[in-house]
């Protein structure tokens, strides 16, 4: 069974950045969907950024301060968050869909707070 591996959240001050990662446990073949979601407490787990095979989407509240890419070996998928925001604070989770399948990490905390 295919696992996510997610690194690199933390504290960090208003207006600094941080770089998610998530990387899968073993090869997929024909993904067809790399996103990032994040949670706050008590509020549901929305998209923030995905990669499909026909497009790259993001959400209202990060575009032009977050970048989604993916890796060369083709099973990791990045977030760069720059100039991030006390509400940018979640719990953020990657999710990889190949044919029918869909898959989560375990999620890594992101806290924005001076």
């Known amino acids: 069974q295919v696992q996510l591996v997610e690194s690199g959240g933390g504290l960090v001050q208003p207006g600094g950045s941080l770089r998610l990662s998530c990387a899968a446990s073993s090869s997929i073949r024909g993904i067809n969907f790399m996103g990032w979601y994040r949670q706050a407490p008590g509020k549901q787990r929305d998209l923030v950024a995905s990669?499909?095979?026909?497009?790259?989407n993001y959400a209202d509240s990060v575009k032009g301060r977050f970048t989604i890419s993916t890796g060369n070996a083709k099973n990791t998928v990045y977030l760069q968050m720059n100039s991030l925001k006390p509400e940018d604070t979640a719990v953020y989770y990657c999710n990889v869909r190949w044919g029918l399948e869909s898959t989560w990490g375990q999620g890594t905390q992101v806290t924005v707070s001076s």
């Open positions: 990669v499909s095979t026909s497009s790259i």
